[in-house]
């Protein structure tokens, strides 16, 4: 079974732009979340979605946003970038599990932005 | 709010050597607990996990117990190899309570020398 894929793997923006990345779940996987890595701040969750909808978002400005599709897919968009939004953005997939049984997270390779 | 915390790094040892990475968590309830290893340039590896108190995640020779006594999930190896080198995060995710973000650690930043 293909695991989590993220595109693009490196990225370079400017400040004041947007960026948008992708995530594909592991097939069958429904609930995408996303986190940001940085040196300073370690690791840091995003927002989770789950059958299109966002559950649960973690402190992050407004300018951070998400959305899934009806497949699963989804995507994460970052509007007028700042220069400490450079990061490695990692996505999870998980099925979603029920409460207390484990509900792993699988991650991707990562999206490595850049913003000058 | 729920927490874990890792022991510094970096950790050093020779090949073969015993490893201890000690975690703790904050959490009320019954949370769940991970270990997950990164690789330069790459992205979270799961090791192993546990669900429940007592539970032992097991995978490639590690070994971590889930002891709510004293809220720890300390991960253990008998031997390290030199392909071992890699950052070691502890993680709890609260799926009892609906929330099912990842807390994770700092890192640990594991060095095997030859």
Known sequence: ?116 | GDSVTQMEGPVTLSEEAFLTINCTYTATGYPSLFWYVQYPGEGLQLLLKATKADDKGSNKGFEATYRKETTSFHLEKGSVQVSDSAVYFCALSRADTGRRALTFGSGTRLQVQP
Not at chain 1, 75 to 101: F, H, I, K, Q
């Open chain 1, 1 to 116: 079974k293909a695991g989590v894929t993220q595109t693009p793997r490196y990225l370079i923006k400017t400040r004041g732009q947007q960026v948008t990345l992708s995530c594909s779940p592991i097939s069958g996987h429904r609930s995408v979340s996303w986190y940001q890595q940085t040196p300073g701040q370690g690791l840091q969750f995003l927002f989770e979605y789950f059958s299109e909808t966002q559950r649960n978002k973690g402190n992050f400005p407004g300018r951070f946003s998400g959305r899934q599709f009806s497949n699963s897919r989804s995507e994460m968009n970052v509007s007028t970038l700042e220069l400490g939004d450079s990061a490695l953005y990692l996505c999870a997939s998980s099925t979603r599990g029920l409460a207390g049984a484990g509900d792993t997270q699988y991650f991707g390779p990562g999206t490595r932005l850049t913003v000058l």
